[in-house]
């Protein structure tokens, strides 16, 4: 849900005590077709015949610039992306073929990822080359009680109808929603989340 997510970014600039940088927060859904290049960048043509610029792509522009970057669905990307953000955590700069060998990391940059779990565990092993470099955080999935909750609370108007827009979502949904919320302790008007240090980090700035 958008609204959880909005509110997990909240708590991240809180617990880590910092402000985003102006137009400095940027992300892109990745995919099957998402390769390094989209990434990095290319060289494109211009509008002079045999003329070419190099157009750098948004992991580039973002270690560059010392911007926040978002990748949504880090499962879904190609085993050339998983390596690619490897040797950035390993290594602590970028390499950027044909433009800079070793691009270092400019103040302020993190990363962030998110992660389907109901992935294939193709895709999933993917997402457990990067893990030990990332601190995890697991978000635990809203009841149907408590999606309707959201519904009614948000969209008065729509209250009579949200156990039924409630089912179709979970019709089509794979998050594992259970029918009630779970007894915790935690404030109702946060996503619930499960939190994992990793075993093996660098200091490039990372979520």
């Known amino acids: 849900m958008k609204g959880n997510k909005r509110k997990l970014e909240k708590q ?20 099957d077709q998402t390769d390094s290049k989209v990434l ?15 157009q750098a792509g948004i992991l580039t522009q973002a270690v560059m610039n010392g911007f926040w970057l978002l990748l949504e669905d880090i499962d879904s990307a190609t085993q ?14 970028l390499r950027v073929p044909g433009f800079k ?19 294939s565990s193709l895709h999933s092993s993917n997402y457990a080359l990067l893990e030990k470099y990332l601190y995890t955080i697991n978000l635990i999935p809203l009841s149907r009680t408590e999606l309707i909750e959201i519904i009614c609370k948000n969209f008065p108007k729509l209250a009579t109808i949200s156990s039924r827009i409630v089912d ?4 089509f949904s ?17 996503p ?12 490039v700035g990372r979520t």
């Not at 050339?80 to 700069?93: A, G, K, M, R």
């Not at 179709?168 to 019709?171: C, G, I, N």
């Not at 619930?192 to 200091?203: L, R, V």
Request: proline letters at 5%; aromatic letters at 8%; a negative charge.
């Open 12 to 31: 991240i600039v809180s617990i880590k005590n910092k402000k985003i940088p102006i137009n400095g927060f940027v992300r892109i859904q990745l995919g």
């Open 40 to 54: 990095l960048g290319q060289y494109r043509c211009t509008d002079v015949p045999g003329e070419f610029i190099w």
């Open 80 to 93: 050339d992306v998983s390596t690619l953000l490897i040797n950035l955590l390993e290594n602590n700069f």
């Open 101 to 119: 060998e070793n691009l270092k990391i400019a103040p302020g940059f993190q990363l962030f990822v998110t992660f389907r779990s109901q992935k």
């Open 168 to 171: 179709v979502f979970l019709t």
């Open 174 to 190: 794979s998050g594992g929603h259970a029918l009630e919320p779970a007894a915790h302790e935690e404030n109702d008007d946060l």
């Open 192 to 203: 619930q989340i499960q939190s994992t240090n990793p075993t093996n980090a660098s200091n």
